[in-house]
């Protein structure tokens, strides 16, 4: 693997070129096909661990609940893996997909959005209508962001933003379409305009 460092202006241009070709493009959809394949495993392996959780006798002992958090620990580790290596793949099959002149334009600096406009999409809106709830000043949902089996993702109507209390992930209309496509600030903002 070379650093960018380490590379020549045509080396850089070769690399950039590759990034862009159909062969890149079915590299990356079969890693992003394997993560998404590594994602389906480790849900599965998650629920096994929590329904033999409940089979263990709660005798109170600091062993048995220590084992408990470590392995959830773990799994919660392997599950942050592979979330990444999703959002990676993904961000290089899309700026495949999208092409070279295309997704340069996306971050030319004379490129700028109306933030304050952006941040007034409905956030609710993003979601399929027959997966969210209304309550009187927010909406929940089971989050897109994990697995639940109890909806946690609460939708602030007023403010327009989120909070996850299962996994933890907060914020506005902006930062959840980048968590959710796995796409950075500039891409969200396109996306939203």
């Known amino acids: 693997m070379y650093s960018k460092s380490h590379l020549d202006e045509n080396q850089k241009a070769d690399l950039k070129d590759l990034v862009f070709s159909t062969d890149a493009r079915s590299i990356f959809e079969d890693k992003l096909n394997e993560c998404l394949d590594e994602e389906t495993e480790w849900t599965k392996r998650k629920e096994v661990c929590e329904k033999s959780f409940l089979s263990l006798p709660l005798d109170g002992s600091v062993d ?26 993904s961000r290089f099959l899309q700026m495949n997909l999208h092409g070279k002149e295309e997704w340069k334009s996306q971050f030319n600096s004379e490129n700028s959005f109306d933030l304050e406009r952006i941040k007034e999409v409905p956030i609710d809106s993003l979601f399929p209508f027959e997966k969210i709830r209304e309550t009187t000043s927010r909406f929940s949902a089971k989050c897109p962001f994990h697995e639940e089996r109890t909806p946690s993702f609460v939708i602030y109507k007023e403010q327009n933003r989120f909070h996850c209390f299962g996994c933890g992930v907060y914020g506005s209309v902006i930062d959840f379409v980048m968590l959710r496509d796995g796409v950075p600030f500039k891409t969200a903002c396109g996306i939203l305009a």
């Open 64 to 89: 048995s609940q220590a084992v408990i958090l470590i392995i959830q620990d773990e799994l919660e580790r392997q599950g942050n893996v592979i979330k990444q290596e999703k959002k990676k793949w």
